[in-house]
């Protein structure tokens, strides 16, 4: 029996390839996909989400969301996805429209309609921080949250101490951090090195012939030139798609261990920093005034380390064919 997943997302070119991934797994039953502003502004993101569901062939309906952080102004990163979030390819919008409904309300609804759904954010935790707020007695219907976000070691992609869908909405996530949904965070660092995509690997992809298989590549176009530039590595990085490989099969991620996590929100310095314990001493006496709150409810977060890389390209690989 399919296992139920609703994804929440800022719909850019690897949010895109995750949410094919998603679409096209056959053991897999999207039950909705709610779209936040981040990557590229709400309406942006919404088209963005709309036409990846209809290249997929899937009908699975597709909801409006937050179009600004909890308390900040966007930032979006089409610097790094092109004005349009998809490297400016020109692509048609759907000839599908957006669900009736708010993207928030329909959170709450499907996880209390699916208890044990698997939650995959792949953007700013708004839509999720929302929901918690309304409604924070789903963080305990929810099976897993796999979270694509923050920098277990500290290597930030927005700033030297933040990932960017973490510093995007910082209060959002530490609300999610600290709502005892069971996170398991995928930081954008598990996306680098032999994780990234080589030239022969998205040739192999490309030389499927198949739409999805050009639109993964073709999309990333601006993202990989970014990328290049950002880290000075030759490979395209996908964060979305190692998160959702990892929500399809946890055993993607070979080694993770379970912290506490809190987010950084009042420092200019550090906001959107994801503060790992590594070394367990948030529950020390001197750490008690900033920690105590977390380490009353018990450690929060499962933090992935390391991937089997060869394992997630060859899923990638399976759902683009």
């Given at each position: 029996?399919?296992?139920s997943?609703?994804?929440?997302?800022?719909?850019?070119?690897?949010?895109?390839?995750?949410?094919?991934?998603?679409?096209?797994?056959?053991?897999?039953?999207?039950?909705?996909?709610?779209?936040?502003?981040?990557?590229?502004?709400?309406?942006?993101?919404?088209?963005?989400?709309?036409?990846?569901?209809?290249?997929?062939?899937?009908?699975?309906?597709?909801?409006?969301?937050?179009?600004?952080?909890?308390?900040?102004?966007?930032?979006v990163?089409?610097?790094?996805?092109?004005?349009?979030?998809?490297?400016?390819?020109?692509?048609?919008?759907?000839?599908?429209?957006?669900?009736?409904?708010?993207?928030?309300?329909?959170?709450?609804?499907?996880?209390?309609?699916?208890?044990?759904?698997?939650?995959?954010?792949?953007?700013?935790?708004?839509?999720?921080?929302?929901?918690?707020?309304?409604?924070?007695?789903?963080?305990?219907?929810?099976g897993?949250?796999?979270?694509?976000?923050?920098?277990?070691?500290?290597?930030?992609?927005?700033?030297?101490?933040?990932?960017?869908?973490?510093?995007?909405?910082?209060?959002?996530?530490?609300?999610?951090?600290?709502?005892?949904?069971?996170?398991?965070?995928?930081?954008?660092?598990l996306?680098?090195?032999?994780?990234?995509?080589?030239?022969?690997?998205?040739?192999?992809?490309?030389?499927?012939?198949?739409?999805?298989?050009?639109?993964?590549?073709?999309?990333?176009?601006?993202?990989l030139?970014?990328?290049?530039?950002?880290?000075?590595?030759?490979?395209?990085?996908?964060?979305?798609?190692?998160?959702?490989?990892?929500?399809?099969?946890?055993?993607?991620?070979?080694?993770?261990?379970?912290h506490?996590?809190?987010?950084?929100?009042?420092?200019?310095?550090?906001?959107?920093?994801?503060?790992?314990?590594?070394?367990?001493?948030?529950?020390?006496?001197?750490?008690?005034?900033?920690?105590?709150?977390?380490?009353?409810?018990?450690?929060?977060?499962?933090?992935?380390?390391?991937?089997?890389?060869?394992?997630?390209?060859?899923?990638l690989?399976?759902?683009?064919?």
């Amino acid at each position: 029996m399919p296992r139920s997943f609703i994804v929440d997302t800022d719909t850019a070119s690897d949010d895109a390839v995750a949410l094919l991934m998603a679409l096209r797994h056959p053991d897999v039953r999207v039950e909705a996909i709610t779209v936040v502003a981040g990557n590229v502004e709400l309406e942006q993101g919404l088209k963005n989400a709309l036409y990846t569901v209809e290249l997929s062939g899937a009908d699975v309906p597709v909801y409006r969301g937050s179009a600004a952080p909890l308390r900040r102004e966007l930032v979006v990163a089409q610097f790094f996805h092109g004005q349009d979030g998809f490297g400016d390819q020109g692509y048609p919008e759907a000839q599908r429209d957006a669900a009736e409904g708010d993207a928030v309300e329909v959170l709450i609804e499907i996880i209390r309609s699916n208890p044990g759904i698997v939650l995959v954010t792949l953007g700013p935790l708004t839509n999720v921080a929302r929901a918690l707020d309304r409604a924070p007695g789903i963080a305990g219907q929810v099976g897993r949250c796999v979270v694509m976000g923050g920098a277990a070691c500290t290597v930030g992609n927005v700033t030297p101490a933040a990932e960017y869908n973490v510093w995007v909405d910082p209060e959002a996530a530490r609300a999610v951090f600290r709502s005892g949904l069971p996170v398991e965070m995928v930081g954008w660092e598990l996306c680098r090195g032999s994780a990234t995509l080589s030239e022969e690997e998205m040739e192999r992809i490309r030389a499927f012939g198949t739409p999805v298989a050009r639109f993964a590549m073709d999309c990333n176009t601006s993202a990989l030139a970014a990328a290049r530039l950002q880290s000075n590595e030759p490979g395209l990085p996908l964060p979305d798609p190692v998160a959702m490989a990892v929500a399809f099969d946890p055993s993607i991620c070979t080694r993770r261990s379970l912290h506490y996590v809190d987010v950084e929100t009042d420092s200019d310095l550090t906001r959107g920093m994801t503060v790992v314990d590594h070394l367990d001493v948030a529950n020390d006496e001197r750490n008690a005034p900033i920690w105590r709150e977390l380490v009353e409810r018990g450690r929060n977060a499962q933090v992935c380390w390391e991937l089997d890389i060869p394992k997630w390209k060859e899923l990638l690989y399976s759902v683009l064919r």
